[in-house]
């Protein structure tokens, strides 16, 4: 059986926790679909940076960080409550865009297909 880090699993929860505590917050505030893609968090378990990407029409961004920003320590204290831990871990929001590359990557292919059924 494989042994797991203590900070993997931490992981794992603050992610479940932060998309179920903002899913609906989000989806009122912007038109499109905030997904939180995964949490990186430190040995040490004190830091914790957590992805998310937005699909969605227009530049929302700038928006969604500023929400990220106004309620950190209320999302702070609200994942604290579920981990068991001393230190509730300091929490960073990060722009993925892993996301929006791969769709563009399969547009790509997509068009690629297209031009050599053409010829």
């Known amino acids: 059986m494989k042994q797991y880090k203590r900070s993997e699993r931490l992981s ?16 009122e505030l ?15 378990l004190r830091f914790a940076k957590i992805y998310y990407s937005y ?5 929302n961004r700038p928006r969604i960080e500023s929400f990220f920003k106004q ?22 929001f990060v722009f993925d865009p892993s996301v929006e590359e791969g769709i563009r990557i399969e547009q790509l292919l997509n068009e690629l297909k297209r031009e050599n059924k053409e010829k």
């Not at 794992?12 to 989806?27: K, P, T």
């Not at 699909?55 to 530049?59: A, K, N, S, T």
Request: glycine share 8%.
């Open 12 to 27: 794992e929860m603050i992610l479940r926790d932060v998309a179920a505590l903002l899913g609906n917050e989000l989806s």
């Open 55 to 59: 699909l969605g029409e227009g530049d």
């Open 71 to 92: 309620k950190n320590k209320q999302i702070r204290s609200m994942v604290g409550k579920n981990l068991q831990v001393r230190y509730i871990p300091e929490i960073t």
């Open 30 to 44: 912007v038109k499109g679909m905030v997904t939180f893609t995964r949490v990186k968090l430190t040995d040490d």
